[in-house]
């Protein structure tokens, strides 16, 4: 058993590029429409990604407890979508760090 099937792989590989893709540049609308698989604009679509990102996850997570058979890159991939959902779930509280931090090294 693979850690992912071929739709998979690309969908882990696209949501990587998407992790590592900068924020603010222009890349990051391309990158999120690879991720998403369509032509559309990426309007309220991070959500749907997310839950995608996730139910990946969860699986790949079951698949390595029943044994599957993982090369390192395929073990790269799963770490990256990992990263993209810890990355978005905690956003917030890290947003949350940083902003009052920033208030005192600004005055």
């Given at each position: 058993?693979?850690?992912?099937?071929?739709?998979?792989?690309?969908f882990a590989a696209?949501?990587?590029k998407?992790?590592y893709?900068?924020p603010?540049?222009?890349?990051?609308?391309?990158?999120?429409?690879?991720?998403?698989?369509m032509?559309g604009?990426?309007v309220?679509?991070l959500?749907?990604?997310i839950?995608?990102?996730?139910?990946?996850?969860?699986?790949?997570?079951?698949?390595?407890?029943?044994g599957a058979?993982?090369a390192?890159?395929e073990?790269?991939?799963?770490e990256?979508v990992?990263l993209?959902l810890?990355?978005?779930?905690?956003f917030d509280a890290?947003?949350?760090?940083?902003?009052p931090?920033?208030?005192?090294?600004?005055?």
């Open positions: 058993m693979s850690l992912f099937n071929t739709a998979e792989r690309a696209a949501v990587a998407l992790a893709c900068n603010f540049a222009p890349q990051r609308i391309e990158c999120e429409r690879e991720a998403r698989g032509g604009p990426p309220n679509s959500k749907s990604l839950d995608r990102a996730e139910s990946l996850a969860h699986a790949c997570r079951a698949r390595l407890g029943q058979c993982a390192d890159a073990l790269r991939l799963y990256d990992v993209f810890l990355y978005h779930r905690y890290i947003l949350g760090l940083i902003e931090a920033a208030e005192i090294g600004g005055r």
